[in-house]
């Protein structure tokens, strides 16, 4: 907590208290006054009094509050009217805590509280909740560094000298006081390079669904950028222009709150207002983009974050740097990292500058409000914001339109913002084609073995079918002779002997007897099984028969006189012939 600069004064029915307390969040603040205690609370300032005389709160207690100055003017009602309080301008005395009052006895016997537990806390001892103040004192401007500025036009310096650590997570920028403009942009760029990320970009590059429901969004200069088109063949395009926008009841009354005043800026300070002005809507133009509208609490942190001039106090000479600075904290900070919502944001401001100065007047009033209702970023209205909602309503509308054509003829590009976009995708790229590659040779590599499994399928089956049309063949060949067997009859023998293992021999009786010859793959020895149905044994046994006359004779038992004229024509060894494998069912 940081004690106030404060002063009092009396009259004879009351005591003022005024007290200076600059950038400090006004619209929340606490006064207790009882008796002779007196305490103010408006962050980071406290302030406790101890008064040499007695007040009152009856109802007749004043208070005011003078923005320009930052001054809380307080008068409170003196308990007995007409007394004078003695030492009002005696400010340490004020200052220091009343003497504590302590029921302990003053001789203590040593050793008596043997008993008594370790830890246990005497009862009768008062804890002393007193914080210790020390007086206010006033920089010098001798011990400020010129170059070491920043706020509105940089008419700031020595703020933060004292509030550095109660507003330390407002800005990123540490010791402003005592850090020159070169040294704040080498220090940011460095962090940005920090900070950048590269598969959170790459991550929102290829999976962009959530960004592309962002960028369909419409916001309220949307519509009032397609009427001024609409309207640009009128007469008075200037008054149309400041027809378009309207404001809201809460925003006149932001307006009626703020206090009417000049800047004496010289060329190069209204330069750089105007440059900042570009930087903090491009920064509120990306925050209502990625909300939709719907502020939430991350919303002050969002434009805070990516406006350099409220992080950083960062100090511009072209639209180029503004944009390039912009497109790398996008790139870095938020949830959303697409380069197309910079893109985005640059059209939207475009937009919002070529609207005139109501529409940006709009803009820094919706800026105000987030900051304001948000309690470490406050101050950065009374550094910024607050004086160019002032500043805006005198600006000229054609320096805007300026402003608006310098901006277009500026367009920001991947390559300017020095964070190796265009190598990281196009090394993503690759990784992804080459991952879809080696998808693509494992689905072949399972399809050719599908195929080949198919094909041996198909080989069995041809195979299957050649030996089937083999069997036909020589089912066809057993049915050959009947139309020559006489001139067919030993090679049509020969093949069936060799590869069969059945003969029929005719036996002495003149009937033919099937047998097993010795050379008979088969080893159990059993003759040949006809396929034929059992009715049909004496049709096959005509047939056999008809075939054995029309090649061999059937040889007669000895002593007839066929048997004796076959033998003389044939040799012995052909008196038995083999028929196998005849027929093949």
């Known amino acids: 907590m940081l004690t106030p600069a ?28 009882e008796g002779v205690d007196f305490k103010f609370y408006a962050k980071p300032y406290f302030l406790r009094l101890t008064l040499p005389g007695r007040i009152v709160e ?16 307080i008068r409170l009602p003196k308990e007995t009217p007409g007394q004078h309080f003695e030492g009002l301008n005696m400010l340490t005395a004020l200052l220091a805590p009343r003497k ?3 029921a302990k006895p003053l001789v203590e016997e040593i050793g008596a509280s043997e008993v008594s537990e370790e830890g246990v806390e005497d009862d009768d001892e ?41 507003l330390s997570d407002v800005i990123d920028l540490k010791d402003p006081d005592f850090t020159p403009a070169a040294e704040r942009r080498q220090k940011r760029l460095a ?5 950048f990320d590269p598969d959170h970009y790459l991550a929102d590059f290829f999976e962009d669904e959530a960004v592309k429901q962002v960028l369909e969004y419409n916001p309220w200069w949307i519509d009032l950028y397609s009427k001024m088109m609409a309207s640009l063949g009128k007469s008075q395009e200037q008054e149309n222009l400041g027809a378009l926008v309207s404001f809201s009841e809460e925003e006149k009354y932001q307006l009626r709150k703020f206090v009417n005043k000049s800047y004496l800026l010289d060329k190069r300070a209204c330069r750089q207002v105007y440059y900042s002005l570009i930087d903090i809507l491009l920064a509120y133009c990306y925050e209502i983009r990625v909300t939709e509208g719907e502020k939430n609490v991350e919303s002050a942190w969002n434009i805070r974050k990516l406006s350099p001039t409220l992080c950083w106090f960062e100090t511009w000479t072209n639209v180029h740097e503004i944009l390039v600075s912009f497109g790398r904290r996008v790139l870095c900070y938020p949830l959303y990292r697409h380069f197309k919502l910079v893109m985005q944001a640059y059209r939207d401001t475009i937009k919002m500058l070529q609207l005139g100065k109501s529409a940006v007047l709009k803009c820094l009033l919706d800026i105000h409000k987030i900051f304001q209702e948000n309690d470490p970023a406050y101050i950065l209205n009374d550094l910024y914001i607050s004086d160019y909602c002032v500043w805006i309503q005198k ?6 339109a300026a402003l608006a054509e310098a901006l277009k003829k500026a367009s920001p590009s991947k390559a300017q913002l020095g964070l190796e976009l265009q190598e990281l995708e196009a090394a993503a790229l690759l990784v992804q084609e080459e991952e879809a590659a080696s998808k693509a040779g494992a689905r072949c590599t399972s399809g050719q073995q599908t195929p080949s499994s198919s094909s041996e399928t198909s080989d069995s089956e041809e195979s299957g079918s050649s030996t089937s049309s083999e069997t036909e063949d020589s089912a066809s060949e057993h049915e050959e002779p009947r139309g020559g067997e006489s001139e067919a009859g030993p090679s049509w023998l020969s093949p069936f002997v060799e590869e069969s293992s059945m003969a029929l021999l005719p036996d002495h009786g003149g009937m033919c007897r099937s047998v097993v010859l010795p050379g008979s793959d088969d080893g159990q020895g059993q003759p040949l099984a006809s396929p034929r149905a059992p009715g049909a044994s004496e049709p096959l046994i005509q047939e056999l028969g008809e075939q054995l006359e029309t090649l ?10 066929a048997g004796q004229r076959a033998e003389e024509r044939q040799p012995a060894d052909t008196q038995e012939l083999t028929l196998s494998g005849l027929i093949r069912y």
């Open 395 to 400: 600006a000229k509308s054609r320096k805007l």
């Open 58 to 73: 009856n109802g007749s207690e004043q208070g005011s509050y003078a923005a320009d100055k930052g001054i809380f003017t």
């Open 191 to 195: 962090a940005e390079l920090a900070k």
């Open 100 to 102: 504590s009052r302590t």
């Open 552 to 561: 061999v004779q059937i040889s007669e038992p000895k002593g007839s006189a």
């Open 6 to 33: 404060f002063d009092l004064s009396q009259d004879p029915d009351f005591l003022t208290v005024a007290i200076r307390v600059p950038y400090a969040r006004v619209s929340e603040f606490d006064v207790y006054c």
């Open 126 to 166: 008062e804890f002393d909740w007193e914080i210790e103040q020390s007086p206010y004192e006033e920089v010098p401007e001798s011990t400020l560094n010129p170059e070491c500025r920043y706020g509105f036009g940089n008419l700031r310096s020595g703020v933060f000298q004292r509030l550095q650590d109660e």
